[in-house]
């Protein structure tokens, strides 16, 4: 008996009901909190704010929570929401050299003005679970910094200047105050991309794709030499410049996590040795992710210094069209739809050349095609 | 925190204008796959985000909605669609073809004829016809530009050459006005004839790949194929068990382990009307 | 959190534009055909009811617009469409999304707009002629994509050359500016793959 596909609409009504039963899981554990997440899962906040390009850590905390943990989930939650904002311009570059900092790393000099701090990481912690973790923890407070004035107050360079100085890395590009700042949530990217669209491309890029990516020029595919130059994590001044005042105005603190990794090059006909750059900017405190962009950035200009593009990570449009989870994983996923239609011709097709191919097989051997049939 | 609200049919109004402008420009150059800013809608892309843009940019309060996957309104695709535009837009919705003024398809067209004042919106996943030939779209851009389809035609010819006839079933490459190739979306080809001198508008909307196209009402469309090997519709070799029409596309149904098959229409409103006018096909109390 | 039900709050003006919009669909794709568009209240002399309701509709940011001398002289026009749609008046009509003519006789030449090109010939501009009349001119004979087997239009105060031009424009397929035709409340349009020819 063939039934016909009916009851549909139910079906979606019970599964969503089931979803949000599952997503309580047992009742008789307390409901998390949208500051609990946001306090105590923050990197997971961190990331979904990165890549939903949304910086909220409420709503960022919320998507979590209705994704389940499902991170990529959660990410496109966040776009959906953003999509629906209207967008009244852009704000001044961040000044990340006024950043207020909390960590801050140079791999290429042991002492730099300002000094190394390593602050909260995960480096040199020892993998080993924590069963104290487990039930309610209560950390020591936090070390205090040292009293001494000079090193609170001592500005702190970014390590990209310190070598700009002596003309050894190539100028960070100046922004032209006149030129409109690609947006490519507002217009389609086109081929090839400008170093603008790129970068935005690269920050709401998976993190998982361009950790694979700047992972694959470290091994020889679209090898680029870098060091990491900086990394630095704090908090910045966003500031808009509104038409009616005249001046930009503050309009709030962000915390951001800026790589800048200095690259070999070994100079063209044109051009004397010099450093370049890569460059990787994430909200929050997103390590792994700002520094995989920062590798992948580099390698995306490779047409700029004359490198030969032979790498996947040196393909901008490879790079640029596959890096965003929330179209990647959409079309994944689609395939769970019904494709039966399609499929019904694919089976008529297959059906006719196996046929054919069984009567062909037949003119040289009757036995095979009665076999066939 | 900031508390969600949305606009009449989702899109804000700065969208729709991005996306009226590029429909206008998408029908005045038929076949020619205008870029558009797809925004992030709150249905996964490759699950019809494009024909939804497309949708949400023309759908008024007078219009009537029918929203089909794989020809039948009642797949949950189908029923999540035209939910969200009963919720977002407030409109009227139908499932009979006839009464539809706007109506949003995935991998169909509707067996009935289609009229002067209706919208076909197709949601298509990969616009571009030469993508599989040409990964690229530096080089296909350019392969428009220039009419420069040779490379389409060397496949199709190699199909020949090694089956004796064309091995595509759907997506079917087709030419519009004579200038443009163009993919149908994932649509039988069965249904391709149906596309060519259509009373009705039909607009195509890739949300993940950022393009809208379109095919004016009463436009040639012209599916690829060479003289000595004509293009031919798929057909079917038994009628629809449930109304027994013979014109119609089918879809096989398994209805045991043991290799029992039965075939009835994909387009369930079409059935449903012919079985209404009493036509029966040879098991019509097979319906459960 | 509202849910978006709750939200979706039919604003006039947003139904005003989807009206419009759709009469200007209808008119792109139907060739020849007259479309009716909904009446709009406050827009400065001399631009017309219909441009006016299509610059409310399709103009933004985005959008550089041109306006030939009887438009640009009006400081009232500027203001309107400034403040309801902030586009960006343009001196450059290579330059502009859209052009807004009140005098169709004297509209500069097609080829002086933005045409697109090969690769994007979405690029080109859209120009919105205000005729003198749609259905009391002498008779235009249609006929391409949109239209089954011909159409007619009357449309009155188009230049002398207009037949040649907008040949010449088609000529340049897939490049091209495509033309929307408006007399008081009423829209038509010619988009470039018309063949237009004297009756």
Redo the contacts between chains.
């Keep these: 008996m063939y039934v016909a596909v009916k009851g549909g609409e139910r079906a979606i009504e019970n599964a969503h009901r089931l979803l949000a039963h599952e997503r309580r899981g047992d009742a008789s554990v307390p409901e998390l909190s949208l500051k609990q997440i946001s306090e105590q899962l923050s990197l997971a906040v961190d990331r979904v704010m990165t890549e939903g390009s949304l910086y909220d850590r409420e709503l960022a905390a919320l998507a979590i929570k209705q994704a389940r943990g499902d991170l990529i989930e959660a990410i496109f939650l966040a776009r959906a929401f953003r999509a629906t904002l209207p967008r009244f311009g852009t704000s001044e570059p961040v000044e990340t050299g006024a950043m207020q900092v909390r960590r801050r790393i140079s791999a290429t000099f042991k002492d730099i003005p300002g000094g190394q701090i390593l602050g909260p990481t995960f480096d040199y912690t020892h993998r080993l679970l924590d069963p104290s973790l487990a039930g309610t923890s209560a950390p020591e407070a936090p070390a205090a910094a040292d009293s001494d004035a000079a090193t609170d107050a001592a500005p702190m360079p970014r390590v990209t200047d310190i070598l700009g100085h002596d003309g050894l890395i190539e100028p960070s590009p100046v922004a032209d105050e006149g030129a409109p700042v690609g947006d490519l949530t507002r217009e389609p990217l086109n081929f090839p991309a400008d170093r603008d669209l790129r970068l935005q491309n690269l920050a709401r890029g998976d993190e998982g794709f361009l950790l694979a990516l700047g992972y694959s020029t470290q091994r020889g595919y679209g090898r680029t030499h870098p060091f990491v130059g900086e990394i630095r994590l704090g908090e910045v001044e966003v500031e808009f410049l509104a038409e009616e005042v005249g001046f930009a105005v503050p309009l709030g603190r962000i915390t951001v996590t800026e790589c800048q990794m200095v690259n070999q090059f070994k100079g063209s006909a044109s051009e004397p040795p010099c450093f370049t750059r890569g460059y990787g900017l994430a909200f929050g405190q997103s390590e792994r992710k700002s520094m995989s962009m920062a590798l992948v950035d580099r390698a995306l200009r490779a047409r700029e210094f004359g490198d030969d593009v032979k790498a996947p990570a040196q393909d901008e449009e490879f790079v640029l069209s596959h890096s965003d989870n929330v179209q990647a994983t959409g079309f994944v996923e689609h395939l769970k739809l019904p494709h039966y239609v399609d499929f019904q011709s694919e089976l008529g097709l297959i059906r006719k050349l196996r046929r054919e191919f069984a009567e062909a097989q037949g003119e040289r051997d009757p036995q095979l095609q009665e076999a066939a049939e | 925190m900031n508390a969600p609200a949305y606009n009449f049919a989702y899109l804000d109004e700065q969208t729709k204008r991005m996306i009226r402008r590029a429909i206008l420009k998408a029908i005045a150059i038929p076949g020619y796959q205008v870029p558009f800013a797809s925004r992030e809608m709150p249905m996964p892309y490759g699950w019809g985000t494009g024909g939804v843009q497309v949708t949400a940019a023309i759908l008024g309060p007078d219009d009537t909605l029918k929203v089909i996957d794989q020809g039948s309104d009642d797949t949950t695709n189908a029923i999540s669609i035209r939910k969200f535009f009963e919720k977002t837009a407030g409109v009227a919705t139908t499932t009979t073809t006839s009464e539809a003024t706007v109506i949003q398809t995935r991998h169909r067209i509707p067996e009935a004829p289609l009229q002067e004042h209706q919208v076909l919106v197709y949601q298509v996943p990969i616009p571009e016809p030469l993508r599989f030939l040409e990964p690229r779209e530096t080089e296909t851009r350019r392969m428009h530009a220039l009419a420069e389809y040779g490379l389409m035609h060397v496949k199709l010819y190699e199909d020949i050459a090694h089956h004796g006839h064309i091995a595509t079933s759907y997506a079917y490459p087709v030419k519009v006005n004579a200038r443009y190739v163009m993919d149908p979306s994932p649509t039988p080809k069965f249904d391709n004839p149906k596309m060519d001198d259509c009373p009705a508008l039909q607009l195509f909307g890739a949300g993940r790949e950022k393009r809208i196209y379109a095919v004016p009402p009463h436009t040639t469309v012209v599916s690829l194929d060479f003289e000595d090997h004509p293009f031919e519709r798929y057909r079917h070799e038994a009628p629809c068990a449930l109304c027994g029409a013979t014109d119609s596309y089918l879809d096989e149904v398994v209805i045991d382990d043991r290799g029992g098959r039965m075939f009835v229409c994909s387009d369930t409103d079409h059935c449903e009307t012919r079985r209404a006018d009493g036509h029966r096909g040879v098991q019509p109390e097979a319906l459960a | 959190?509202?849910s978006?039900?709750e939200?979706?709050?039919?604003?006039a003006?947003?139904?005003a534009?989807?009206?419009t919009?759709?009469r200007?669909?209808d008119a792109?794709?139907?060739p020849g055909s007259i479309e009716v568009i909904p009446e709009i209240a406050g827009a400065p002399a001399p631009l017309s009811q219909a441009a006016a309701a299509i610059a409310l509709?399709?103009?933004?940011h985005?959008?550089p617009v041109w306006m030939d001398a009887p438009l640009a002289s009006s400081e009232a026009v500027a203001a309107w469409l400034r403040f309801n749609t902030g586009c960006p008046i343009v001196a450059d009509q290579a330059q502009c999304?859209f052009a807004l003519v009140a005098d169709a006789s004297a509209a500069p030449p097609f080829e002086s707009f933005a045409l697109g090109?090969?690769?994007?010939?979405?690029r080109?501009t859209?120009l919105i002629l205000q005729a003198a009349t749609l259905t009391g001119g002498p008779e235009l004979v249609l006929s391409g994509?949109?239209?089954?087997g011909t159409a007619s239009l009357r449309v009155g105060g188009l230049p002398e050359d207009f037949v040649m031009q907008h040949a010449a424009n088609r000529a340049l397929?897939?490049r091209g500016v495509?033309l929307l035709l408006v007399a008081d409340n009423h829209v038509a349009a010619l988009?470039?793959?018309t063949i237009v020819t004297r009756a």
Excluded: C, E, K
């Excluded at chain 3, 939200?7 to 604003?11: M, P, R």
């Excluded at chain 3, 509709?57 to 933004?60: A, K, P, R, S, W």
């Design positions: 959190m509202q978006v039900q939200a979706s709050s039919i604003g003006a947003v139904i534009a989807q009206s919009f759709r200007v669909m792109t794709a139907r509709t399709l103009f933004d985005d959008t999304t090109t090969p690769d994007y010939p979405d080109s859209t994509p949109g239209i089954r397929f897939p495509d988009p470039r793959t």
